[in-house]
C-alpha cells in the first residue's frame, strides 16, 4: 500500500470517529433526565407558555433525527454551544484554555521520553544486576500510584517541607514576571505536575526502551555493526534508540487520551488553568454544556495527535509500507 | 486436572505472584472480618478529631470530623475491590462479546465493531466516566457502569485476535460440518479455548479500575454514601500540611493494593502463557 492511500484510510477512520463521537455526545445529553429547559427553569415556577415558547425556539420539540442534524450542522460549524454561566461561547472557553494543557502534556512526554530512555538503556545495560532491578521495581510502583496522590504527596514535599517549588498554579501571583522571570516562573511551577503525571509514563517508557535495547542487541545487523568495529554509542544512537522511538510514539498515540484524563485530575491538583481543570470545575458549577464541550474538543484533539502520529509512523518505519 | 495441576505449580513459582496474593488475600480477610468486630459506620464522628496514629481505641488515629481512619480504610478496601471486581465483570461481557462476534463473522460486522471499539480506546476516558456519572447520577453503579464502558476495549482487540485465529482450526470445521448453528460455535466451542489471554488482561482491569474509581471519588464524583480511599484522599486534602497523614495513608493502601494485583496478574500471564511471558521477562 502506498503512504498516500496509508494516510487516506486513516484519515477516512477519524472522520469516522469524529462523527461516532458526535452521536455519542448527542445521546449523552439525552440521557440526562429532564432537558435543558427544566435546567434553566430549576426552582423557578415559570410560565407554561413561555416554557413551551423557550422549547420550540431551542427546537427541542422537533424529531429526534431532526434535532441530530441540527446539532451535528453546529458542531460542524464550529458551534458547540453556549455557557450559560460563564455568558460565552463554549469553544472559545475551551480553547482559551488549551495553551496551558498542551504546556503541560509536553513537559509530561518530555521528561518521561527522557528519564524513560535513560532509565530503560541502564537497566538493558546491567541486565540481572541491581540497577536493572531498581528500575523495574521503579516502573512497577509507577504503574501502581495514582496520579493525583503522587502530586499530593510530592507538594508535601517540595513545596510545604523543603520550601523550593511553588505548591500550585501556573504563576506566581501578584510578581509580575516578564520576559525570562516569567519563563522561568512558569518552568518552577511546571515542575511539580509534570513529575506527577510524567512517573507512570517514565515507568512505561523505561519497560519499551529496556526491551527493545535487549531485542535489537540480539539481531543480525547489530551484531554486523558490532563486527565492524563501530561503538556502543553509536549502536545505542542509531539502532536501539531509532526503534525505542518508534515503540514510543505509537505509544504515545495510543495513549493520548489517557494523557488527557490524567491532566483532568493533575490540574485539579495543582490549579493548573487548563482544560482538563476546566472540566472539573464545569461539572462543580453544573454547567452541563461547558462539560460536553470539553468530552467534543479533547475526544477531536486526541484524534489528531492519532492521526498525526500515524503519519510521523509512515516518515519514520520505512516498513509501514509493505505491511499495508 | 494435569492441567489444573502445572497451572497451580507455574503459579506458586512465581514469587512476586505469591507475595502479591498473600497481600491480598490478607485485605480480603481483613476487609471480611473486621467491620464484623467493629460494626460502627466508617462515617460515625464518635471520637476527637485528628487524633494521631496509635491512639488507644483508634490504630490509625481519626480524620477531621473525628472519624476513624482504620476504620474507613477497611469499608474503603470492600468497596475499592468491589468496584473492581464488579466493573471488570462489565468490562469483559461487553469486550468479549464484541471482539468474539468481530473475529467470528468478520467482514462488515467486524469493521464497524472496530471501528467504535477504536472510538472508546481513543476517546478521554476519565472525561467520558465524568459526564456518565453526572448524567446518570453519582451512584456506585454509574461508577461501574462508566469504568466498564471506557475499558472494554483491549479486551475485545484480544478476544478478536483468539477468535480469528481459532475459527479456522478443524475442530470449529467440525463442529460446522456436525450443523451447529454459528452462534453455538462461537460461543461452545470457540469461546472456552480463547479465553487464558483475557484472563491475564482482567487482572490488570481489576487494579485499573481501583486507579479509575480512586481518581473519581477524589474528585467527589463518586457514590457520597460508599466510603472509598479515593474519598478520603480528597477528603483530607484541605489538611494536607497540618494531617498529611490523613492524605498518605489512604494512597499507600491503593499503591500496595494496585501492586499486589499486577503481581499476580503478572504470574498470571508466566502461568497461562508461558511463550508471552519468556518475552515479556527479557521485556
Not at chain 1, 449523552?28 to 422549547?55: C, H, K, Q, T
Request: net charge positive; aromatic share 8%.
Amino acid at each position: 500500500m502506498s503512504r498516500l492511500s496509508y494516510i487516506g484510510e486513516r484519515l477516512f477512520r477519524s472522520v469516522f470517529v469524529i462523527f461516532l463521537i458526535m452521536v455519542a455526545s448527542f445521546f449523552l445529553i439525552r440521557l440526562a433526565p429532564g432537558d435543558i429547559v427544566d435546567f434553566l427553569m430549576e426552582g423557578g415556577s415559570p410560565d407554561p407558555e413561555y416554557v413551551a415558547a423557550l422549547r420550540r425556539s431551542l427546537g427541542i420539540d422537533r424529531p429526534l433525527w431532526e434535532q441530530f442534524l441540527r446539532y451535528a450542522g453546529g458542531l460542524l460549524s464550529l458551534d458547540l454551544g453556549y455557557s450559560f454561566r460563564m455568558q460565552e461561547p463554549v469553544l472559545d472557553i475551551v480553547l482559551a484554555r488549551m495553551p496551558a494543557t498542551l504546556l503541560l502534556a509536553a513537559s509530561v512526554l518530555a521528561f518521561a521520553l527522557v528519564s524513560g530512555v535513560a532509565l530503560g538503556i541502564v537497566a538493558a545495560r546491567s541486565l540481572g544486576r541491581w540497577q536493572d532491578s531498581a528500575v523495574t521495581a521503579l516502573s512497577l510502583l509507577g504503574y501502581a500510584t495514582p496520579n493525583f496522590w503522587l502530586g499530593l504527596m510530592i507538594v508535601l514535599l517540595f513545596a510545604v517541607w523543603l520550601d523550593i517549588l511553588p505548591p500550585f498554579g501556573m504563576t506566581s501571583i501578584g510578581m509580575g514576571y516578564t520576559g525570562l522571570a516569567h519563563a522561568g516562573d512558569v518552568a518552577a511551577h511546571l515542575v511539580l505536575p509534570t513529575i506527577a503525571l510524567g512517573t507512570h509514563y517514565m515507568g512505561v517508557f523505561a519497560r519499551i526502551t529496556r526491551a527493545t535495547m535487549i531485542d535489537v542487541a540480539d539481531m543480525d545487523f547489530v551484531k554486523a555493526a558490532r563486527a565492524k568495529g563501530i561503538t556502543e554509542a553509536q549502536v545505542v544512537w542509531r539502532h536501539v534508540f531509532r526503534n525505542a522511538m518508534l515503540a514510543v510514539v505509537t505509544y504515545t498515540g495510543v495513549q493520548a487520551g489517557h494523557l488527557v484524563s490524567g491532566t483532568v485530575l493533575i490540574e485539579t491538583v495543582f490549579s493548573w488553568p487548563g482544560v482538563g481543570r476546566l472540566a472539573y470545575d464545569s461539572i462543580a458549577s453544573r454547567d452541563h454544556p461547558l462539560l460536553l464541550g470539553t468530552f467534543l474538543v479533547t475526544s477531536v484533539l486526541v484524534i489528531l495527535i492519532n492521526l498525526a502520529t500515524d503519519i510521523v509512523y509512515t516518515f519514520v518505519d520505512p516498513r509501514i509500507e509493505v505491511k499495508g | 486436572m494435569s492441567r489444573g495441576r502445572s497451572l497451580g505449580r507455574a503459579l506458586l513459582a512465581h514469587k512476586g505472584g505469591l507475595l502479591g496474593m498473600a497481600f491480598l488475600a490478607l485485605v480480603v480477610t481483613v476487609a471480611a472480618v473486621y467491620p464484623l468486630a467493629n460494626p460502627r459506620s466508617p462515617w460515625a464522628m464518635g471520637a476527637r478529631p485528628f487524633l494521631p496514629p496509635l491512639t488507644r481505641g483508634h490504630l490509625l488515629g481519626t480524620d477531621m470530623l473525628g472519624r476513624d481512619v482504620l476504620l474507613g480504610l477497611v469499608h474503603g478496601a470492600r468497596f475499592s475491590l468491589l468496584i473492581g471486581l464488579m466493573s471488570t465483570v462489565v468490562s469483559l461481557t461487553i469486550g468479549i462479546t464484541v471482539g468474539a462476534v468481530a473475529g467470528y463473522f468478520r467482514g462488515w460486522t467486524d469493521e464497524i465493531l472496530m471501528r467504535v471499539t477504536e472510538f472508546f480506546q481513543i476517546i478521554p476516558g476519565l472525561v467520558l466516566i465524568m459526564l456518565l456519572v453526572v448524567v446518570l447520577g453519582p451512584t456506585m453503579w454509574s461508577v461501574v457502569a462508566g469504568i466498564g464502558v471506557v475499558t472494554w476495549p483491549s479486551v475485545a482487540r484480544i478476544m478478536r485476535a483468539e477468535v480469528l485465529s481459532l475459527r479456522t482450526r478443524q475442530f470449529v470445521d467440525a463442529a460446522r460440518g456436525l450443523g451447529q448453528r454459528p452462534l453455538a460455535i462461537l460461543f461452545v466451542q470457540i469461546l472456552p479455548n480463547a479465553l487464558s489471554p483475557v484472563i491475564v488482561v482482567a487482572s490488570v482491569m481489576v487494579a485499573s479500575a481501583i486507579l479509575i474509581e480512586s481518581g473519581l471519588s477524589f474528585l467527589g464524583l463518586g457514590d457520597p454514601n460508599v466510603m472509598t480511599w479515593g474519598y478520603m484522599i480528597g477528603a483530607a486534602r484541605p489538611f494536607l500540611r497540618d494531617a498529611w497523614l490523613l492524605s498518605a495513608i489512604p494512597g499507600v493502601a491503593i499503591v500496595l493494593t494496585v501492586l499486589a494485583i499486577n503481581m499476580v496478574g503478572d504470574s498470571l500471564t508466566t502461568a497461562l502463557n508461558p511463550r508471552q511471558a519468556r518475552k515479556a521477562e527479557r521485556a
